[in-house]
């Protein structure tokens, strides 16, 4: 059986964005002075939902990608879902983190990257249950 290294480069790649976002809600509890919870400030309470998000998606949506890679679906639908995963986080933590939460581009980005994300895991779920019959 190959190791899923489409994943892995992947997963390494998502694993950077995952510590940024925990680096940035450190840097807000320094700068705040709040050891837990987010102390009322909005901005530490987005970027605690925004590691958050990604903390709760992406090991579920990693795990069915990469079993669908080691179960020989296609590289190219492979890179396609774990680029489209990629973007999809980066646009939902931009989101987070956007001034005008009343803004249209709030808005969508926030839901292509919720969205999105949802669909890759569907999507995979219902393909591994095809390949697994």
């Known amino acids: 059986m190959q190791p899923p290294s489409i994943t892995f480069a992947y997963l390494a790649l998502l694993a950077l964005i995952h510590a ?24 530490l309470a987005r970027a605690i939902r925004a590691h ?3 903390s709760e998606y992406l090991p579920l949506a990693i795990l069915l990608i990469g079993a669908l890679e080691v179960l020989g679906v296609a590289a190219p639908a492979i890179h396609g879902s774990l680029a489209t995963l990629v973007i999809a986080r980066l646009a939902h933590a931009a989101a987070m983190f956007g001034r005008d939460l009343t803004a249209p ?29």
């Open 20 to 43: 940024a976002l925990a680096i940035t809600v450190v840097a807000l509890r320094f700068r705040y002075r709040v050891a837990f919870g987010d102390g009322g400030h909005e901005t």
């Open 52 to 54: 958050g998000n990604l």
């Open 105 to 133: 581009r709030y808005f969508v980005t926030r839901v292509f990257g919720a969205g999105a994300t949802w669909l890759i895991m569907t999507l995979a779920a219902v393909l591994l249950l095809l390949h697994v019959r």
